[in-house]
């Protein structure tokens, strides 16, 4: 049986130590139960089936069958669909959903260490282990401990200007002419579009279902959410300017995943107020604004925005602007593109068709000048489809922040309280690219399924087989996920230790956990740049590869041969860290192809090289599905991988043992244009005891199904802490 599918038989394994090995060693029976957490997960998960499941369900099984962790979990489609199934009626969850915000809070958090976690606009603290919630702190509150986080970093806008010379074909359909139309008009009908982009604008990209096939908004329910919306979001940034100062940057706080603290809007609102506000109004012009909206009271805008599919012709809509006069300009400013009104529909003239196809090969653009805004209703569905995965998977990437405005439109358009989906169905769409990579590495990379079968495994369907060529292509060019750390998440290959000499080898500590500074600062210093993209590149390591070329084999740890003579050279070991198996063999083999050029750029010579993948949603396939320690002797250590995984969990504790070993430690943040090679100059926290010297290293041990984050660096080299 392949490694890429584990069998119950693994976890059997792991039964058949001799009881009297347990007893003179009883730290292997912790370290049994821990990589039997790991071989129980994928067994369950895949079941011997593998090939006739879905990646979603795979994961849905994976992450059920493993022990279960507050908050950070990795949100699936089958996973809200049970609990859509299950769940509680309505008005129960959302009262349930104020049961955090009512309880008791600290001023201050308690002694001791803690884990953090955030969800619903809560900073948890968590203790270690078990996870008991000794603190709640909400983050729109000022106080102490928070004020001690933050710091000022406004929002960055979408760089409009700086691709408008691509877009001067473009079509836009201002929001007061779609109040005036009530529905979004077909293209060939809608006569006062805004031709190209503009400063001082504030562009919308809107990815929506369509829910007919020759109309996609048959009632203009889409149009009447759509309108409301973004005229809310345009009262809430005058309200949030009005309240912190027309030119105060909010505070976010970057030791705390970067959220806002204190007086803050949604991340549309915050993009409205920088963009829009502050270039058109000053403190004067901007009071007649907040006194009206104040006249009429933003509780009036938040019901009409809840019962925005009711609003037939938007009439509730207009008679409130009529109460607001001094906002209407600011309404003219937010233009929208909408593929009906915006794009050339059938039948088409050759001139309409010309358009067609250049609005077609321009759409990346069009999200990149534009905030993607995602109309979520049947999510499932949505996400289901070839298209709309597309332009989420590209709203990941061209959104500044990573984080495109989703308004969920299945209910209330805004829902209102501090419950609400937004987050969750955020962090849906962001969590459905890690698996669509997956299957793509499956398919391209390792060549194991058609591109047909691929859509299959993936649960996209679309209108037009035709569309698969067109489709499949902007995948690959946009699938890179940002990356999400999950303690669920699986780790197999190779973790690299310091070899110290004479049997002795450097180690994380087994009650290890990353930190980050207050500040949000890493301690590095920058020494350059490296034009890494290419091991993320899935597209180019299709193009360049030979037709008849199979998968590449680059095993977890390999030696450069003829690389030991002395020289004056300083030797290096190259340690990727890869968000799975599938990553971490592309990021390899290109550091392979380009050695020399590394090489070059830092002065070294590279003798050593390893992968660590830390996948939260292990479906793809596993080439190797194992898991050791593996000393490592050489002068320099880079460690190679997307951002988030190198300053992050594994890439940081790798970092800390070389920088305690005395050697120099350097990162490379494949997914960074500019100054992405920094030099480890401190610790992140400085007298922590979290490395140590281990003596009689002998073998060591491998762990047949690899270990959970969780219990990583408990049981990598058979400590004996008990699992929790």
């Known amino acids: 049986m392949s490694r890429s599918e584990p069998s119950a038989d693994d976890a059997e394994a792991l039964l058949s130590i001799p009881p009297e090995n347990l007893r003179r060693h009883p730290q292997l029976l912790y370290a049994r139960r821990a990589s039997e957490a790991a071989a129980k997960a994928l067994a369950y998960a895949r079941g011997g089936v593998e090939r006739t499941r879905t990646y979603d369900d795979i994961a849905y099984r994976y992450l059920c069958a493993c022990p279960q962790v507050p908050f950070l979990g990795v949100e699936t489609l089958a996973a809200r669909a049970e609990q859509l199934r299950a769940g509680l009626p309505a008005d129960l969850a959302r009262l349930a959903g104020q049961r955090d915000f009512l309880a008791h809070r600290h001023l201050v958090l308690p002694d001791g260490q803690f884990r953090m976690g955030i969800q619903r606009g809560l900073l948890y603290a968590m203790t270690e282990p078990g996870g008991d919630i000794v603190g709640r702190f909400p983050l729109a509150v000022r106080h102490r401990m928070l004020d001690g986080l933050s710091r000022p970093q406004d929002l960055t806008p979408q760089p409009t200007m700086s691709i408008w010379r691509n877009l001067t074909d473009s079509r836009w359909l201002p929001l007061d002419e779609l109040i005036w139309w009530t529905r979004f008009p077909r293209m060939q009908e809608a006569s006062r579009l805004v031709r190209g982009v503009f400063p001082k604008r504030h562009h919308v990209f809107v990815s929506h279902r369509w829910l007919d096939t020759g109309q996609p908004d048959p009632d203009g329910t889409q149009a009447r959410l759509v309108a409301w919306h973004l005229v809310a979001s345009m009262c809430e940034a005058v309200r949030v300017a009005h309240r912190r100062g027309l030119h105060t940057p909010r505070q976010v706080a970057p030791a705390a995943m970067h959220m ?21 109004l000053d403190g004067t012009s ?41 906002l209407r300009p600011l309404l003219e400013r937010i233009h929208i593109w909408y593929d009906y009104t915006c794009v050339p529909q059938a039948p088409r003239t050759p001139e309409e068709q010309g358009l067609f196809r250049s609005t077609l090969e321009s759409l990346f653009l069009l999200q990149l000048a534009g905030r993607t805004l995602i109309l979520l209703d049947d999510v499932a569905d949505y996400l289901g489809r070839a298209w709309c995965s597309l332009e ?28 609400t989906d937004a987050e969750s169905l955020r962090s849906l769409v962001h969590d459905r690219q890690l698996v669509i990579w997956r299957g793509l590495l499956d398919t391209e990379l390792f060549r194991l399924q058609t591109r047909e079968e691929c859509l299959r495994r993936l649960g996209l369907s679309m209108a037009e087989p035709d569309d698969l060529p067109y489709l499949y292509d902007r995948m690959l060019s946009f699938a890179v996920p940002h990356g999400r750390m999950s303690r669920q998440a699986l780790v197999t290959g190779v973790v690299p230790l310091p070899d110290m000499g004479e049997d002795k080898i450097l180690i994380p500590m087994p009650d290890y956990s990353g930190s980050q500074p207050v500040d949000g600062a890493r301690p590095v210093r920058v020494i350059g740049t490296f034009d890494g993209w290419g091991g993320l590149y899935l597209r180019g390591h299709v193009e360049e590869r030979p037709a008849d070329a199979g998968p590449p084999d680059v095993t977890p740890y390999w030696r450069v041969s003829g690389q030991d003579a002395v020289g004056t050279t300083p030797t290096c070991h190259v340690a990727v860290v890869g968000e799975c198996e599938g990553e971490a063999v592309l990021i390899s083999s290109w550091i392979r192809r380009n050695r020399a050029e590394l090489e070059r750029q830092l002065q ?21 599905g194992r898991l050791r320690a593996q000393p490592v002797r050489a002068d320099v250590w880079v460690v190679m991988g997307k951002s988030g995984l190198v300053a992050n969990d594994v890439g940081q504790a790798l970092c ?48 047949p199904s690899g270990l959970l984050y969780m219990h990583l660096y408990q049981h990598l080299l058979q400590w004996g802490a008990p699992v929790h």
């Open 656 to 703: 800390r043992v070389v920088y305690e070993a005395r050697l120099p430690a350097i990162t490379v943040s494949l997914d960074h244009a500019e100054e992405n090679v920094q030099r480890v100059v401190d610790d992140v926290a400085p007298g922590a005891p979290h490395s140590g010297l281990l003596s009689g290293w002998g073998s060591g041990y491998e762990h």
């Open 260 to 280: 806002p603290v204190g007086v803050a809007g949604s991340d549309l609102a915050e993009c409205l107020l920088v963009g829009v506000l502050r270039e058109v």
């Open 286 to 326: 901007l009071a007649p604004v907040a006194q009206e909206l104040e006249r009429v009271g933003i509780d009036a805008v938040e019901r009409g925005a809840a019962e925005a599919s009711e609003d037939i012709g938007l009439e509730r809509l207009s008679a409130l602007l009529d109460e607001l006069p001094a």
């Open 392 to 419: 989420a998977a590209a709203a990941q990437a061209a959104t500044a922040g990573g984080q495109p405005d989703i308004l969920h439109t299945g209910g209330r358009a805004r829902p209102s309280g501090p419950a």
């Open 604 to 624: 070294v010579r590279v003798v050593s090289g390893s992968w660590t993948a830390v996948d939260p949603v292990p479906v793809g396939h596993l080439p190797h």
